[in-house]
C-alpha cells in the first residue's frame, strides 16, 4: 500500500528541495527519496547513511554489479528504479 500524504506533505526544507528537483529535472523524485524526506526521522536520517554504506562500502562486487542487482531485486518485486 503507498500514502499519498508522502508524496506532499514534508517540512519547508523538504519542500522547497522537492520543488527545486521538479523543476530541474522536470519530473517527480523517487519513492523512496520522498519516503526519506517524508519522516527523515523513523526512516531518512538510518536508511540513507546505510545504504550509501552497503552500494558504495568494500565489496568483492563493483559497483555497477551493486547497482544492477538493486534492479533487478526492485525489477522482481515491480517497485520502480
Known sequence: MRLTV?????????????ALV???RG???PDVVKTQL?????FGRWASPATH????????????????????VS???QCPF
Request: charged letters at 30%.
Open 75 to 77: 525489477r522482481l518485486l
Open 27 to 29: 519530473q517527480e523524485l
Open 38 to 42: 517524508y519522516r527523515p526521522n523513523l
Open 53 to 72: 554504506d552497503i552500494m558504495r562500502g568494500p565489496s568483492p562486487w563493483t559497483i555497477g554489479e551493486r547497482e544492477l542487482f538493486a534492479a533487478r
Open 6 to 18: 508522502a508524496d506532499s506533505d514534508f517540512a519547508w526544507p523538504a519542500r522547497l528541495f522537492v
Open 22 to 24: 521538479r523543476k530541474v
